[in-house]
Nanobody, 124 residues
Framework: VQLQASGGGLVQAGGSLRLSCAAA????????MGWFRQAPGKEREFVAA????????YYTDSVKGRFTISRDNAQNTVYLQMNSLKSEDTAIYFC??????????????????WGQGTQVTVSS
């Protein structure tokens, strides 16, 4: 499954961006789709995930209330709407697809397919 992430950019603190993750196949609908990010000098960390089968969403605590993950069936696309951005949100954002169990959904190892990453820079 090929995943294409886009939508990153430079934004001021408090601003918004919407990231997109487009899949080249309809099998995206049977996956868990996740967003991870990696800041310079830091490990890759979980941001949010969407389980296609039951519409469940998952978020790391630091983005709850600010970020929203959603999907577009027709476009085989998952979005990450990011509002009230902070400088600490600056990172490369990666979308991923896989079949992680709920207990593993926040771990990168549960995802077999990865997009190329898109840079998000939040200026303070």
């Amino acid at each position: 499954v090929q995943l294409q992430a886009s939508g990153g950019g430079l934004v001021q603190a408090g601003g918004s961006l919407r990231l997109s993750c487009a899949a080249a196949t309809r099998t995206i609908r049977i996956y868990v789709m996740g967003w991870f990010r990696q800041a310079p000098g830091k490990e890759r960390e979980f941001v949010a995930a969407y389980r296609w089968s039951n519409n469940m969403t998952y978020y790391t605590d630091s983005v709850k209330g600010r970020f929203t993950i959603s999907r577009d069936n027709a476009q085989n696309t998952v979005y990450l709407q990011m509002n009230s951005l902070k400088s600490e949100d600056t990172a490369i954002y990666f979308c991923a697809g896989g079949f992680p169990a709920t207990a593993q959904i926040m771990g990168a190892k549960g995802y077999a397919y990865w997009g190329q990453g898109t840079q998000v820079t939040v200026s303070s």
